[in-house]
């Protein structure tokens, strides 16, 4: 039984993902990247968790977008709370979790006509 509406008609979907790639309307990425529901900014960092810095999260916040899925590779890791703080005043929300998690909300999100970003860090 579907429970929910899905239109997701001429949106960026992830249509897969597996150990060390996803797939944006069935092509693969192996590199970090934020997808948008109408546009992929490919490789906007090539950082991991570790090594994420301010210009990285100031990227982000650049986007127009009400929230932000960060994926971070296999596992849920978060980043340093300075990386995380501008976030809430900005008026954006900033979900940090594993990447197969991001790709599933994103979908939902999008689905829904909201304004999301995923922006993954491959492991």
């Known amino acids: 039984m ?3 509406a899905s239109n997701t ?3 960026n979907i992830f249509t897969a993902y597996g150990e060390g790639f996803v797939a944006v309307n069935l092509e ?3 590199k970090n990247l934020i997808l948008l529901p109408t546009s992929i900014i490919p490789e906007w960092s090539t950082a991991t968790i570790n090594t994420l810095s301010e210009a ?3 990227k982000l916040l650049a ?4 929230i932000i899925l960060l994926g971070t590779g296999n596992k849920l890791r978060f980043p340093p709370g300075t990386l995380l703080r501008p976030f809430a005043p ?3 929300g900033l979900e940090v979790m594993d990447m197969q998690a991001a790709c599933r909300t994103f979908n ?3 689905a829904e006509g909201r304004k999301v970003a995923a922006a ?3 492991d």
């Open 2 to 4: 579907k429970l929910h």
């Open 9 to 11: 008609a001429g949106l």
């Open 28 to 30: 693969k990425h192996e």
């Open 56 to 58: 990285d999260m100031q």
């Open 63 to 66: 986007l127009d977008t009400e």
């Open 90 to 92: 900005a008026g954006i």
């Open 108 to 110: 939902i999100l999008a």
């Open 120 to 122: 993954l860090l491959f």
